[in-house]
C-alpha cells in the first residue's frame, strides 16, 4: 500500500502529540513521568491507552507512572530484557537520571525508544526552553540518536525510530526541540496503519522475543560482573552492528518514502550545487536556514549558499556527511544548538572536525571549518542571524568559535547582525497575539489552527511562548498560514494582523515591533469612545500605526464576555474579530465552523454554556469598532516608547566603572535588568549587562516594583463593618491586603488614608496625648490578582470585589506607598511577641495567634502564584512568626515558580535588611540539598562560637568590656531563635564601632566581625511539593528525616504534579482523576505522616491551613522548637482539583475536607516522650469525622470537585464509595496509632 489523495490523512497538531501518535502502535508498555516540555507527549498515550485505543499488535499498551525518570528507565530496562517493547518521554535533567540505565539498555542490544522534548540542563539556572545540552549529555551512552526539525518529523523520524529499533534491537532517542518543535502546531500528513503493518519487522521481533528475551524456558544470567580479561573485548563484539545503524536507517527510510511519499534521509543537503558557503546543523534551526538559503539564492546574486541538515546524530554518519559537501565550498559552519565551557569546541563542530580528518583529511587544505552557537536557551534562531553565519564565512578574517543572536561585548565573539528581513514565502498570513494568561487566547489561537486547518489546505503553524507566572502572565501566539510549507522556526517579527488583547500591555511591552505596511491593528481595552482611545493609547503605539498605514480597531471584549456571563473569558469573541479581519475563511463559514466547536467542546458542561458561548460569538463583530484615526496627527505623536535600556549605559560595568546595586529591594536593579526583562526586551540587552546576574543571583525584595495590575476586580473595604480580625490578610497568597496600624497626627497619613479606633490598643498613660492608635485595611490594587479570597473569607463581609476600572488605582497606590512606609515594628511595638514554652519542654517558641501575625511584616510578597492559591500563604506566614532568619532550600515545582523563579523576588526583607534566603538545586535532590544547607550553616555557626570563646578568653587588655558582655550573653543563648537575635544586634553594633576605630584586626575579632551574619541562629526550611516529596526524592526526604539535622521540612501537598499540568503523583486519592490517570488512579494515597510517625524521631504535622489557622500557628511553632528534622504536611487545593467555583472556594473545600476526615489533622512530637508524654495529638477526633455528619461534608466536598466526578466516568459511584471506605480506614488507624504510642508502664 502507498499513500494518495483517497488514503492521505491530515491531522493539526504538535510535536509532543506527533511524537506520540508516531510511538503508540508500537508500545506494548510504557513508563512515564512528567516533565515540561515532555510530558503531554506522555499524557496522550496515557489517555489513549485509558480510552481503549488498541496498538499495532490489537492490543491495549500497559501504561504505568513512575516515581522518578530513574525509575523509568530502570523498569524500562526490565521491560525490554524480557522481550516487551516500550517507549517513554522525557527531557533535560529528567533525561540525565536515565543515563545509567541508557547505557545498559543500549549495549545489550534492547529495542526501546526514549522521544526527548530536548531541553537546556539546569546550570546556573534552570530553563524550561530548549537547547541540545541533555542530548549532548547522552551521546556516548551507545544510543542511535535521530533529530526532528518539526512536527511532521516528529510523526515520521519517530516512527522510523522505532522500526529500526526493533529490526535491529538497538535503543533509539529521537529528539526534537522542546518548545519550540513539542509545542509549535502544525497541519502534518499521517500514516495509515496498513503502511505500518506493512514496515514492520515482524519476524525480527518474533525471533528476538523467542531467543534474546528472558526465559525460563533457555534461562541466563544477565547484567554480571566481567574482569578485565574479556570485558573489552565482548563490547568489541557488537561494535559492527554500531556501525551499520547509519545503513539501516536510510534503508528504513527510503521504504517509507516509497510507501508514504515523505523522503528522508540521514543527512540532506539544501542549496546550490555550486555552493562555496555550507552550514552544517540540526533540529528545527535547520528549517530556518533551509528557508534562508533558498531566500539568498533566489533573491541575491552575491551568496552562493547552502546546509547541511543532519538528522542521524548518533551513530555520527561521517562518510555522509563529507560525501554532501559540495567541492565548491571553501567554508563549512558548524551551528551547534549548546554551549561548551570546557571543551576545545561544541559537540557538532567536533564531530565534523573528526568525521573530515577520518574521511577525507585533504579537505582541510581547501576547507575552513567553523564554530557558531546559536539558539542556546531557546533563543529564537532568526532569519537575519543565519544571515550574519554567512557575512561571517564570507569575510576576510572569520571567527570561529563565536555565537550569533546576543551581544556578547565580554568575550567580543558575538556576529554583528544585519537588519532583519521576511524569508517567509509570499502569501503567508502571520498573525500576532498578546493575551492575558487564563482569558483564553491561547486556547482560542489553537482553535483557530484547528479550523483552517480541517477547512482549507493551508498549510498551518502556530507557537505560544508563555511567561512563570500562575496567574495574570502574558501569552504571546505566533500563528502562520499559507499556501507553501511553512519552515518559518521563530517568533513572527512582521504580522498581518497584530491583536492585544489586555490594554495593560500597551505600557508593559513593545506591541508594535511587529508592525508591517498595512497590518491590523486590534485592541481590546475597557474604552468605548473614541475619546478614550485618542486619550489613553499611547503615543507610540499611534505613531507606529500610522507610520505603517496599519488598520486600527478596538473592542470591549471584557465587558461583553461579562454581560453574558463568561466574566473573563474572551477567547470566542475575540476569535471572530481575527475571522472577521484576517479573512483567513470566509467570516460566515468561520462563524459557523465556531459555533459547531462549541457544542462540540462544551457539550459535557450544559446547554446554558453552550448558549453563552454562541452568544458570544454572535455578538462579538457589534462590539468591534474601526477607528478612522487622523494619520498625519497620529505619525506626529512625539512621546517614544520607554524600553527601560537606557543606551549609554549597556556597557560592561568594569569598563563603565558603574557598579550595579545589588541589595534587597535595589530599585536600580529592577530598572536596569528587572524591567527590560519583564518588558520582553533581554535579546537587546548586551552580555555585559547580564553580568551581575552571571551566576544565577538575584537580589530579593524586587516584585513589589512589578504593579502587574491585572485583576479584573479589587476587594474595597468597607471600614464600619469591620471587626478587625485581620483574615482577610491573613488568607491573601499575596500578601496584597494588609492591616495597618497608625496614629493620624504623628504619622501625617494622606487625608485618604481613613482608619478606625483600634481594638485591643495598649491604654495610654493619662499624660500621653499625642498617641491615637487606628485601624485600616489597605489594598495595593495593582499587586492584587483579584480571586476573592479575601472576600469570601471575611467573616462580616465587609469586602466586596470592585472592577479595577473603577478603582482609583493611584489615589489607593498612594495610600499603599504611605502605609509600607510605617514602621515595620509597629505592630510587635503595639502587640508584643509572646514567649513562652511549648509542651513543658525546655525550648522557647512564638506561638502568636492568627490575628496578631497580620500586624508583622510579611517577608514573602507579590509572588507569582496562582490566584486564591494556598501554598504561599504557609511561607508568609512563616515569615511572619520567625522574621528573615530563614535559609530555604526549595525543590522544582509551583513553590519554585511562584517563589523563586526571574526576574523579581518575592521573598523581601526587614527594616534591618535581614530577609530570607532561598535556593534551589533540582527537583531530585532538594532534601540531600537541604542537609547540605543545614550542615553548613551549623559548620559555620560553630567554628564562630568557637571565635566567640576565644576572644573571651583572652586577656582583658585585650578586649573591650562592652563587647565582651554582649559576646556573654550571645554564647548564653546562642542556639535560641529569638534571644541570640536580640544579642546578635548588639554584638554587631559593638563591632562596628571598633570597625571604625580601626580595632577589629584583634585576635579572633576579624572573623566574628566578617562572619557577622550568622551571629543569630537560622531556621533551615526544605520545601517542597509532594511529587517531590513522596516520589522522586522520597528516599532523600527518608534520609533527611533519619539524620537528626535541625531542618523544619514543609510538604505543600496539592495531590497532584501541580507545576507539570497536575499529573497525579503517590499523593493522589485512590479513583481520582488526573493526568497520566485518567480513568483515576489505581492504589490508595500514600500516608507519609503515618510513614514519618512511624520513625519515632522526627517532629509531624498534619495541617490545614484553611481549616484551622491556629492549628497551623502551633505546628510551625512546635516545629522550629523540636530539636531535630520536623515535617509539615499541608493540605493545598490547586486548580487540577476542577473545584467548582475555583479557588476562591478552596477554603471551604479544605474546611469540609477537615470535617469530613479526608485530610486528619495531627501533632507528633517524639520531645514529649522523655517526659512520660504521648507524643500524638490529634487535633479533630478521627472518629467525629466519619459519623453520619462527617459523612455528610466528606460527600458535599467530593461532590465539588470534577477530579472525583469526571464527566462521562461510568464508575463514579463505586469510586466515591472506595474513597470514603479508604477515609474511614484511615481515620480509625489513626485513632489506634493513639494506643500504639500512649506512655508505657514498663
Not at 520607554?642 to 549597556?650: A, H, V
Request: net charge neutral; charged share 20%; hydrophobic share 35%.
Amino acid at each position: 500500500m502507498t499513500v494518495n489523495e483517497k488514503t492521505l490523512i491530515k491531522a493539526n497538531m504538535d510535536g509532543d502529540e506527533a511524537a506520540a501518535t508516531s510511538s503508540y502502535p508500537f508500545l506494548e508498555c510504557s513508563f512515564l513521568y512528567p516533565i515540561t516540555p515532555a510530558t503531554a507527549a506522555a499524557e496522550h498515550v496515557e489517555a489513549w491507552a485509558a480510552q481503549g485505543r488498541k496498538n499495532l499488535f490489537g492490543n491495549i499498551p500497559e501504561m504505568r507512572e513512575m516515581q522518578a525518570e530513574g525509575g523509568v528507565a530502570g523498569a524500562m530496562h526490565g521491560a525490554a530484557i524480557v522481550g516487551t517493547l516500550g517507549a517513554t518521554y522525557t527531557c533535560s535533567q529528567g533525561l540525565l537520571l536515565m543515563i545509567p540505565n541508557m547505557y545498559k539498555m543500549a549495549y545489550e542490544m534492547l529495542p526501546c525508544v526514549i522521544h526527548v522534548a530536548s531541553r537546556l540542563v539546569a546550570h546556573h539556572a534552570m530553563s524550561l526552553y530548549c537547547d541540545y545540552s541533555d542530548v549532548f549529555a547522552c551521546r556516548d551512552t551507545g544510543f542511535a540518536m535521530l533529530a526532528s526539525s518539526d512536527p511532521q518529523e516528529c510523526l515520521d523520524l519517530g516512527t522510523i525510530a522505532h522500526l529500526v529499533s526493533c529490526k535491529q534491537q538497538v535503543s533509539f532517542l529521537h529528539f526534537f526541540d522542546g518548545l519550540r518543535t513539542s509545542h509549535s502546531i502544525q497541519k502534518i500528513e499521517l500514516i495509515p496503519e496498513q503502511i505500518l503493518r506493512e514496515l514492520f519487522p515482524w519476524e525480527s521481533v518474533q525471533k528476538w522475543k523467542e531467543t534474546k528475551a528472558m526465559s525460563t524456558e533457555h534461562p541466563t544470567m544477565r547484567g554480571c560482573g566481567q574482569n578485565d580479561d574479556i570485558f573489552w573485548s565482548c563490547s568489541e563484539g557488537t561494535a559492527p552492528i554500531f556501525r551499520n545503524i547509519p545503513n539501516q536507517v536510510n534503508e528504513m527510510m527510503r521504504l517509507f518514502g516509497d510507501k508514504v511519499g515523505r523522503h528522508y534521509h540521514i543527512v540532506d543537503y539544501y542549496g546550490a550545487s555550486d555552493a562555496e558557503d555550507v552550514v552544517l546543523i540540526m533540529g528545527s534551526g535547520a528549517n530556518t536556514t533551509i528557508e534562508v538559503v533558498q531566500y539568498l539564492n533566489q533573491q541575491t546574486q552575491s551568496y552562493k549558499v547552502g546546509v547541511l541538515k543532519l538528522r542521524l546524530y548518533r551513530p555520527f554518519p561521517s562518510a555522509e556527511i563529507v560525501a554532501l559537501i559540495p567541492p565548491t565550498c571553501k567554508r563549512l559552519c558548524v551551528l551547534d544548538r549548546a554551549k561548551q565551557v570546557t571543551a576545545p569546541g561544541e559537540p557538532l563542530y567536533l564531530e565534523l572536525l573528526a568525521a573530515i580528518n577520518s574521511e577525507k583529511p585533504e579537505l582541510f587544505g581547501q576547507l575552513r571549518v567553523l564554530s557558531c552557537k546559536v539558539g542556546v536557551g531557546g533563543y529564537n534562531i532568526y532569519p537575519n542571524h543565519i544571515l550574519a553565519v554567512f557575512q561571517n564565512m564570507k569575510s576576510d578574517k572569520p571567527l570561529n568559535r563565536c555565537s550569533v543572536g546576543i551581544n556578547d561585548d565580554i568575550s567580543h565573539n558575538s556576529l554583528l547582525i544585519p537588519p532583519s528581513f521576511n524569508a517567509t514565502p509570499s502569501g503567508t498570513v502571520q498573525a500576532k497575539f498578546f493575551g492575558l494568561g487564563a482569558d483564553g487566547t491561547v486556547g482560542s489561537c489553537k482553535e483557530a489552527i484547528k479550523l483552517i486547518g480541517e477547512s482549507t489546505d493551508l498549510y498551518t503553524q502556530g507557537y505560544f511562548v508563555f511567561d512563570a507566572k500562575k496567574t495574570g502572565g502574558f501569552t504571546f501566539s505566533h500563528l502562520r498560514f499559507g499556501r507553501e510549507a511553512i519552515l518559518s522556526e521563530y517568533d513572527i517579527f512582521q504580522g498581518d494582523y497584530i491583536a492585544v488583547h489586555h490594554h495593560s500591555f500597551l505600557k508593559k511591552f513593545n506591541v508594535t515591533d511587529a508592525l508591517k505596511d498595512g497590518s491590523i491593528f486590534v485592541l481590546n481595552c475597557p474604552w468605548d469612545t473614541q475619546a478614550d482611545i485618542e486619550e489613553n493609547v499611547p503615543a507610540y503605539v499611534k505613531k507606529a500605526i500610522a507610520t505603517n498605514n496599519a488598520k486600527f480597531y478596538y473592542i470591549n471584549a471584557f465587558s461583553l464576555a461579562e454581560k453574558i456571563g463568561l466574566k473573563g473569558h474572551i477567547n470566542m469573541i475575540m476569535s471572530v474579530c481575527f475571522f472577521s479581519l484576517a479573512k483567513v475563511i470566509p467570516v460566515e463559514q468561520a462563524i459557523e465552523l465556531l459555533k459547531n466547536s462549541v457544542r462540540h467542546m462544551y457539550s459535557k458542561k450544559g446547554d446554558a454554556v453552550i448558549k453563552q458561548n454562541v452568544d458570544a460569538i454572535d455578538s462579538a463583530l457589534q462590539a468591534l469598532h474601526n477607528y478612522q484615526y487622523e494619520k498625519e496627527q497620529w505619525i506626529a505623536s512625539s512621546e517614544e516608547r520607554k524600553s527601560g535600556i537606557e543606551r549609554d549605559e549597556q556597557k560592561n560595568t568594569s569598563e563603565s566603572g558603574k557598579e550595579i546595586d545589588m541589595s534587597s529591594g535595589s530599585q536600580q536593579f529592577y530598572d536596569t535588568i528587572c524591567n527590560p526583562i519583564l518588558r520582553q526586551e533581554a535579546h537587546l540587552m548586551p552580555v555585559s549587562a547580564l553580568l551581575p546576574i552571571s551566576r544565577g543571583i538575584f537580589p530579593s525584595g524586587t516584585s513589589k516594583y512589578e504593579k502587574r495590575s491585572v485583576a479584573a476586580s479589587v476587594p474595597l473595604w468597607d471600614k464600619d463593618n469591620c471587626v478587625q480580625c485581620n483574615i482577610c490578610s491573613f488568607v491573601c497568597p499575596h500578601a496584597a491586603i494588609r492591616p495597618f496600624i497608625f496614629d493620624k497626627v504623628t504619622d501625617s497619613s494622606p487625608d485618604t488614608f481613613i482608619g478606625i479606633g483600634l481594638n485591643g490598643a495598649p491604654k495610654k498613660d493619662e499624660d500621653d496625648k499625642t498617641k491615637q492608635w487606628l485601624f485600616r485595611i489597605q489594598v495595593s490594587p495593582r499587586d492584587c490578582l483579584g480571586c476573592g479570597l479575601c472576600v469570601s473569607e471575611c467573616p462580616k463581609k465587609c469586602l466586596k470585589l470592585r472592577p479595577f476600572g473603577l478603582t482609583d488605582a493611584d489615589e489607593e497606590d498612594i495610600n499603599w506607598k504611605f502605609a509600607t512606609s510605617l514602621p515595620k515594628e509597629r505592630g510587635i511595638e503595639v502587640f508584643p511577641k509572646k514567649i513562652k514554652k511549648v509542651d513543658e519542654i525546655e525550648s522557647t517558641s512564638i506561638i502568636p495567634n492568627a490575628k496578631d501575625t497580620q500586624f508583622r511584616q510579611p517577608l514573602l510578597e507579590f509572588n507569582g502564584a496562582c490566584a486564591g492559591c494556598t501554598q504561599p500563604i504557609h511561607m508568609k506566614i512563616i515569615t511572619q512568626m520567625f522574621g528573615g532568619e530563614l535559609f530555604i532550600a526549595n525543590a522544582v515545582g509551583c513553590s519554585m515558580i511562584w517563589g523563586g523563579y526571574t526576574p523579581t523576588s518575592p521573598y523581601t526583607t526587614d527594616s534591618e535588611g535581614v530577609g530570607p534566603v532561598y535556593a534551589t538545586s533540582l527537583f531530585e535532590d532538594n532534601a540531600e540539598f537541604g542537609l547540605g544547607v543545614s550542615v553548613g550553616v551549623r559548620k559555620r555557626r560553630s567554628m564562630l562560637k568557637s571565635a566567640l570563646h576565644e576572644y573571651i578568653a583572652l586577656p582583658s587588655e585585650k578586649t573591650t568590656p562592652s563587647l565582651k558582655t554582649v559576646i556573654q550573653e550571645l554564647l548564653d543563648n546562642f542556639e535560641d531563635l529569638e534571644l541570640s537575635k536580640e544579642a546578635s544586634r548588639k554584638v554587631k553594633k559593638e563591632l562596628n564601632s571598633l570597625v571604625s576605630s580601626r580595632q577589629e584586626d584583634i585576635g579572633p575579632l576579624s572573623y566574628i566581625y566578617h562572619n557577622r551574619d550568622l551571629l543569630a541562629n537560622k531556621i533551615i526550611w526544605v520545601n517542597g511539593g509532594d511529587g517531590w516529596a513522596y516520589d522522586i526524592d522520597f528516599h532523600g526526604l527518608d534520609h533527611l528525616l533519619h539524620s537528626g539535622e535541625d531542618v523544619n521540612i514543609v510538604i505543600f501537598d496539592t495531590e497532584v504534579y501541580s507545576n507539570t499540568g497536575g499529573q497525579a503523583s503517590k499523593a493522589t486519592p485512590r479513583g481520582a482523576s488526573a493526568k497520566l490517570a485518567t480513568n483515576g488512579k489505581r492504589g490508595p494515597k500514600k500516608d507519609f505522616g503515618v510513614y514519618a510517625m512511624n520513625s519515632g524521631v522526627c517532629y509531624v504535622a498534619s495541617t490545614c491551613i484553611g481549616a484551622n489557622r491556629a492549628q497551623f500557628i502551633r505546628s510551625v511553632s512546635e516545629a522550629v522548637a523540636f530539636k531535630g528534622p520536623s515535617v509539615i504536611i499541608t493540605y493545598c487545593p490547586c486548580i487540577a482539583h476542577n473545584i467548582k467555583q475555583g479557588l476562591v472556594n478552596g477554603h471551604e473545600q479544605q474546611r469540609l475536607a477537615v470535617q469530613g476526615g479526608y485530610w486528619p489533622l495531627y501533632r507528633f512530637n517524639p520531645a514529649l516522650i522523655s517526659l512520660g508524654k504521648n507524643p500524638l495529638t490529634l487535633d479533630i477526633d478521627p472518629i467525629s469525622t466519619i459519623n453520619e455528619a462527617g459523612k455528610v461534608k466528606l460527600n458535599q466536598f467530593l461532590c465539588n470537585e470534577l477530579r472525583f466526578n469526571t464527566p462521562g466516568r461510568t464508575t463514579n459511584a463505586e469510586i466515591l464509595q472506595q474513597i470514603q471506605k479508604d477515609v474511614e480506614d484511615k481515620n480509625r488507624r489513626l485513632k489506634k496509632m493513639l494506643d500504639v504510642w500512649a506512655p508505657s508502664d514498663i
